[in-house]
Antibody, heavy 125, light 107 residues
């Protein structure tokens, strides 16, 4: 079955960095775009970033552009989010999610049908 | 960027009531609209995609409609287990913006 397992969260001080990982299994990771979504305490869902199936394209929300970097290692079926210059307002549960499916040179736009369990990142002094 | 606006932000209804949530996109997104259900402390769950296609395993009391800029999620007969926050999301292109959410409670 499809599984997405995040790791790497924790408590960090403002201005520092953290890298989240999302280990995927149960599907052909290299055929899917992947995204990161976060949810601040008591708030709604915020899409943060996406990466194409082959890592040729990356997309970011304005709120994290220039501070966060999404990447992937298809040989290890793992997605990453490098978070730099962290701010207290980055405190949230971070989810990875599976997106569009690609094959034969074309991609089918799909919603987020599988999500990780979520990982809490707390930015506080 | 396209903005997604949901209404209402919250609602309270009785068991068995018909509940309707609307989502409006600031520009046309064809039918690339998904609805998610998030129960307290849980991971979001995909309910509907392509505006009106029910995800496997989702009860038939949930339905979606719309195309272009205006979309609707309907719960035909509200059940206690439907207490949750519901989000719409566009997925035609990045950014895959979510609506602000609609909290559904039982009266």
């Amino acid at each position: 079955q499809v599984r997405l397992v995040e790791s790497g969260g924790g408590v960090v001080q403002p201005g520092t960095s953290l890298r989240l990982s999302c280990a995927a299994s149960g599907f052909t990771f290299s055929s899917y775009s992947m995204s990161w979504v976060r949810q601040a305490p008591g708030k709604g869902l915020e899409w943060l970033s996406a990466i194409s199936y082959d890592a040729s394209a990356q997309y970011y929300a304005d709120s994290v552009k220039g501070r966060f970097t999404i990447s992937r290692d298809n040989s290890k079926s793992t997605l990453f989010l490098q978070m730099n210059s962290l701010r207290p307002e980055d405190t949230a549960v971070y989810y990875c999610a599976r997106g569009s499916a690609c094959g034969g040179g074309t991609c089918q736009k799909l919603p987020f049908d599988y999500w990780g369990q979520g990982h809490l990142v707390t930015v506080s002094s | 960027d396209i903005q997604m606006t949901q209404s209402p932000s919250s609602l309270s209804a009785s068991v068995g009531d018909r509940v309707t949530i609307t989502c409006r996109a600031s520009q046309g997104i064809a039918n690339y609209l998904a609805w998610y259900q998030q129960k307290p402390g849980k991971v979001p769950k995909l309910l509907i995609y392509a505006a009106s296609t029910l995800q496997s395993g989702v009860p038939s009391r949930f339905s979606g409609s719309g195309s272009g800029t205006d979309f609707t999620l309907t719960i035909s007969s509200l059940q206690p287990e439907d207490v949750a926050t519901y989000y719409c999301q566009k997925y035609n292109s990045a950014p895959r913006t979510f609506g602000q959410g609609t909290k559904v409670e039982i009266k």
